[in-house]
């Protein structure tokens, strides 16, 4: 699968369309005016961008959403374990505990979802 990323303006916009889908494409290029002060054109290339990735579509002139934020981001999760820690979980972990020290709650609340995931 293609890496999927956003820049930080593709987030701020994904967020608006997350936030407001459906909608219409007027109704998405007035809150781009309003919040990004951006002009029709530019709404619209960064829309067909989007779409292109299969991150939205548009139909009809309706923007809807195909992959919503937290699928955006549990793919982009599964691709940066991939890259940087060539798919270990266990890894990343490591990794990340070297520098963050766990609370009791996160660590609970990580047993538990291993624990649910293992009786799937």
Not at 8 to 27: G, K
Not at 30 to 58: Q, S
Not at 95 to 107: G, I, N, S
């Amino acid at each position: 699968m293609e890496e999927l990323r956003l820049g930080v303006v593709e987030s701020h916009f994904a967020d608006i369309v997350w936030a407001n889908a459906p909608m219409t494409t007027r109704q998405l290029v007035d809150i781009c005016a309003k919040e990004l002060n951006w002009k029709r054109p530019t709404t619209y290339t960064v829309l067909r961008k989007l779409c292109e990735r299969g991150i939205f579509k548009m139909e009809n002139s309706i923007v809807s959403v195909i992959m919503n934020r937290d699928e955006f981001f549990a793919i982009r999760g599964e691709q940066f374990v991939d890259n940087a820690y060539e798919g270990s979980l266990p890894a990343f972990i490591a990794a990340f505990t070297t520098r963050k020290q766990l609370t009791a709650e996160e660590v609970e609340e990580i047993k538990k979802l291993v624990d649910r995931i293992g009786t799937k």
